[in-house]
């Protein structure tokens, strides 16, 4: 299926590892020119470097936090008038919620939430005015099903939640699209680190963890996160512009209901 992106533009944020890589490498063998950020430069460069090889396309990488003012001016240098953003940062650590500040609170609404709203500020009337835009923001399966112990998750990514819900109505008309995808457990480095803290407690293996994540599932497995990738080059595919406003769950199955 040709999803009509050649020659589009991208900024995919937290990108170098993981779910946002993933995106970043599925746009890019679309013919996406993609700008990818992350912290830790060196890792990114290699990202960068890895996906030029693989897919052909342009790939700029742009070190940086997404949650700074500095982070998100840098990328949107690069790339000041993206077709496409894909909001993607780090996730709020677990605990319990009578140990977290009002600063622990800040930093999640500012990674989960204030970070994709204030880069869908910066281009969302550009891609108005171009009458093309593919906004898709990753945010957790824990928004329709929520993890006790990962409480500013929750919170923040269902405060964007509501949010992109409003807008994405407002701007549908202009052929720009916001959407969320909701992953449940894919096999990436978070992945790992949360099963070998878990593993810790349990005495299991990290690879008997992971199995006990798989089994958690209908599907009997974690998410391979090129699946993941696959699945927002699809929302941002030219004929998609009939997706509006939608939460999309990549969870195997783990969600229950008789409608997802
Ligand atoms: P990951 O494998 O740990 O990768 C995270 C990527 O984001 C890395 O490239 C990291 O690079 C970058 N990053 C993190 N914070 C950043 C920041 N402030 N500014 C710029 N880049 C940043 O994580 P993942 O599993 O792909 O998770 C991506 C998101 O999905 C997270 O919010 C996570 O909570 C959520 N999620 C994941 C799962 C899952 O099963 N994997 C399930 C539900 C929700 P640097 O560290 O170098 O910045």
Do not use: Y
């Amino acid at each position: 299926m040709d999803l009509g992106l050649q020659g589009r533009r991208a900024i995919v944020c937290a990108a170098s590892k993981g779910l946002g890589r993933a995106c970043a490498a599925a746009l890019a063998r679309e013919g996406v020119a993609v700008t990818i950020t992350a912290r830790t430069a060196e890792v990114l460069e290699r990202t960068a470097a890895e996906l030029r090889t693989a897919t052909g396309a342009e790939i700029t990488a742009v070190p940086g936090d997404i949650t700074t003012e500095e982070g998100r001016a840098a990328a949107l240098a690069a790339c000041p008038d993206p077709d496409i953003l894909v909001n993607n940062a780090g996730g709020p650590p677990a605990g319990d919620f009578r140990e977290w500040s009002r600063e622990d609170w800040i930093r999640a609404l500012d990674a989960n939430m204030l970070t994709p709203i204030a880069l869908i500020r910066a281009v969302v009337d550009g891609m108005i005015e171009r009458k093309f835009g593919r906004i898709v923001n990753i945010t957790s399966a824990s928004v329709k099903s929520p993890i006790p112990n990962l409480g500013m998750s929750n919170g923040a990514r269902a405060g964007l939640t509501g949010f992109v819900g409003g807008l994405a109505r407002q701007v549908a008309r202009h052929n720009v699209t916001i959407n969320n995808l909701l992953p449940g457990p894919f096999l990436t480095d978070r992945l790992r680190s949360n099963s070998a803290q878990a593993a810790q407690k349990s005495g299991r293996s990290l690879d008997e963890e992971i199995a006990e994540r798989a089994k958690s599932t209908p599907a009997g497995r974690v998410g391979d996160p090129a699946e993941f990738g696959e699945a927002c080059a699809f929302l941002c595919a030219a004929s998609s512009g009939f997706i509006v406003g939608q939460n999309l769950l990549l969870d195997g199955g783990g969600f229950n209901a008789t409608m997802g």
